[in-house]
């Protein structure tokens, strides 16, 4: 493993890939240039595949994520965050945990036609969509391609409730949108915010929006009446979890009316990945912050239990719950749940030319 620190990436390295690779489709030339970023400067390019899946929707079973259908417009993140619990995801399409989830991206360009062929079917039940739940929907990349603004045109002219968790400000580009879209209170907003410090984020989160950019977005949506909250994600003991009061402070201040948060997850090669890093960027606090993780997790890494796998246990956890759970009722936080409306949907078309 090579010292050189890569520029704009949180992994920085390759971890095995656990299962048997697969073969992928690239865009063709012309098509990349449609979208290619500037990449002088930088040790890994980005690299864009063509993602040929057939449903855009994914249904979840598990009863602690709390939402049951998830949409996800691409497959890799280059926000690069290096804690993101999503990276083995990756392997299922022959890449790697590591550099190859920040920089090999599969796009779903058909995501809103697609979308819109899941709503027109019977079988399709209304229910609020997580706008993602696996990846940002809003990476760099989304500022070219706008996919997701396309997508959300098709959620608001069939009048399907949405919720969206980014880190990245570019979520203003679709304000108007999004604003109709309040109007009928189909859709909340959250970002996910982990420190107030530029230095941490940008070692953390290399591509995500600077932690003002995100409060300034907070705002902006509060003033246009959005329901708009900050998730605290991943709480990393030891590293940010002292910073939950303040980043929830700022958050109201800005007019959030929501917060959550969820403890740091490291599920197969994410642990390897974060153990590196830590112990690259923070040598003098890598044995405290790793000895907190093992407090929580009943001496191990990371666990799969339901029930525990986002929240952890024993007084430690306990101590950071309570801590979360004093700020947000000292900030006004969480007085009032957010819910949507589903029987606004519209099955027909001709549902949708009558208005």
Known sequence: MSNTKLRGRGAQFNPGNRFEKLSIEEFKPDELDYFAEEEDEKKIPTQFFSDESKSVIAKNDSYDVGFEYSFNPYRGCEHGCIYCYARPSHEFLGFSSGTDFESKIMIKKDAPKLLEAEFKKKSYKPDFIMFSGNTDCYQPVER???????????????????????????????MDILKEMAELNLVSVCLSITTLSKDLARKM??????????????????????????????????????????????????GAVFAGHIMLRLPYAVKDLFLQWLKKEFPDRESKIINKIR?????????????????????????????????????????????????????????????
């Open 144 to 174: 070219q391609l706008r996919i997701t603004r396309e997508t959300l045109k098709v959620c608001l002219k069939y009048r399907n409730p949405v919720s969206i968790i980014t880190k990245n400000a570019l979520i203003q580009r679709d």
């Open 205 to 254: 989160e290399p591509r995500t929006s600077l932690p003002e950019k995100r409060l300034q977005t907070i705002e902006k949506f509060a003033k246009e009446n959005i329901p708009v909250g900050v998730n605290i994600a991943p709480v990393i003991p030891g590293l940010n979890d002292e910073e939950i009061p303040a980043i929830l402070k700022e958050a109201a201040s800005r």
């Open 295 to 355: 407090e929580m997790r009943d001496g191990k890494l990371n666990e799969y239990e339901f029930g525990t796998r986002f929240s952890a246990k024993g007084e430690l956890a306990e101590t950071i719950h309570t801590l979360f759970e004093l700020s947000s009722k000292k900030y006004g936080l969480n007085n009032k749940k957010i819910i949507l409306r589903k029987d606004l949907f519209r099955k027909s078309a001709d549902q949708i030319e009558l208005f």
